[in-house]
């Protein structure tokens, strides 16, 4: 495990705002002060506990369950204690199944460069990790089938190593296991050219706090630990252990997706070259590409489940219902009503 910044027995330490602000390897419990619980508009179901029978490093982590209540099945925990300027924030993270095509966040950020009470979001969309703007669902990378290539989707039942940097000249960096992920990046010096979507309007994130845990805006529903969690305003690293099982891959690259999940908002994106980003590993398993088809999928953030072809079937609140080729539920649960959007996109309201 990394142990360039010291522990208190607390398990915890605050430094200068311009240097490390916070790292818990959570070896002396859960300080539930410093790293409170966080579910914003509701909580049903969701929960988070001290595991001391799966880690990282030592004996302990915090375990997330997300309940089967769609986005209030959502819950964090995390702390507010980050620089005032660049902002590093390295966690270890395990999940008990592979992201699927619906849209998750397991880390969320209030952000004051956004509407009142909107968060940056990172999680996974189409199998592979992104960044999603909660005001306006810009998505980082665009999904078109270039940008979801540029990206990298986790295994499941493996611990990673997830780094990333926020610049106060509104750049992003990204690393997965030590590597870095070029559609997870823009400005500064990236050459990301999959960020249409998100470069459209000037942005320059402004965080206030980081909360590790699940949020899914349909029906799926995943178990996360979260360990040796730091945020700094320099880079932390991961440190000379690596990935901590005995035989998995750190990534796998994302080939092109073709499910048209549900959305809530649909963000504009561009299609761009494609740009793979193949993360180092320490032992490559078998994996398995998922081929590319001919489907089309309408870009978007938030999603749920591929969409049923049914005529008699009735779209949940906030799930999609209708727009050019739709082949899913048309009509809206009780108490919602199909409102249209643009073209491509229709969701019950």
């Known amino acids: 495990m990394f142990r360039s910044l010291a522990l208190t027995a607390a398990g915890l330490s605050l430094l200068s705002p311009a240097l490390a602000q916070i790292t818990n390897d959570f070896e002396s419990g859960w300080d539930q002060t410093t790293w409170a619980t966080y579910a914003p508009d509701c909580n049903q179901g969701g929960t988070v506990a001290?595991?001391?029978?799966v880690s990282h490093s030592g004996k302990?982590?915090?375990?997330?369950?997300g309940g089967s209540n769609g986005y209030c099945g959502h819950?964090?925990?995390?702390?507010?204690?980050?620089?005032?300027?660049?902002?590093?924030?390295?966690?270890w993270f395990k999940a008990d199944k592979a992201f699927t095509n619906d849209h998750i966040s397991f880390i969320i950020m209030p952000d004051a460069a956004e509407a009142t009470g909107k968060h940056l979001r990172f999680g996974a969309m189409d199998e592979i990790l992104m960044y999603n703007r909660e005001d306006n669902d810009a998505t980082l990378p665009d999904l078109s089938p270039q940008g979801i290539a540029s990206s990298v989707g986790p295994a499941a039942q493996t611990w990673h190593c997830l780094e990333y940097h926020l610049g106060t000249d509104g750049s992003i960096e990204t690393w997965v296991d030590s590597a870095a992920v070029s559609g997870l990046s823009t400005g500064g010096s990236s050459t990301n050219t999959n960020n249409q979507g998100w470069s459209r309007a000037a942005y320059t994130p402004k965080i206030s706090a980081v909360y590790f845990g699940w949020e899914a805006y349909a029906g799926a529903v995943n178990t996360l630990w979260y360990d040796d969690i730091a945020v700094s305003g320099s880079r932390i690293g991961c440190g000379a252990g690596g990935s901590s099982s005995s035989a998995a891959p750190t990534t796998t690259a994302k080939p092109t997706t073709t499910v048209a999940p549900t959305t809530t908002v649909k963000p504009?994106?561009?299609?761009?070259p494609t740009t793979t980003v193949k993360p180092t590993t320490t032992a490559a398993p078998t994996t398995t590409v998922k081929p590319t088809t001919t489907t089309t999928k309408p870009a978007?953030?938030?999603t749920t489940t591929a969409a049923a072809t049914s005529?008699?079937?009735?779209?949940?609140?906030?799930?999609?219902c209708g727009g050019q080729g739709w082949g899913g539920c048309k009509s809206c649960?009780?108490?919602s009503t199909c409102k249209v959007s643009n073209d491509y996109y229709s969701q019950c309201l």
């Not at 001290?50 to 029978?53: E, F, G, I, Q, Y």
């Not at 302990?60 to 369950?65: G, L, P």
């Not at 504009?268 to 761009?272: E, K, P, V």
């Open 75 to 91: 819950i964090f925990f995390g702390t507010t204690a980050v620089p005032s300027g660049d902002v590093y924030v390295r966690t």
């Open 268 to 272: 504009t994106t561009t299609a761009a």
């Open 50 to 53: 001290l595991d001391s029978t």
């Open 311 to 320: 005529s008699s079937c009735a779209s949940p609140k906030y799930g999609q």
């Open 60 to 65: 302990n982590s915090i375990k997330v369950t």
């Open 333 to 335: 649960a009780s108490g």
């Open 300 to 302: 978007s953030s938030t």
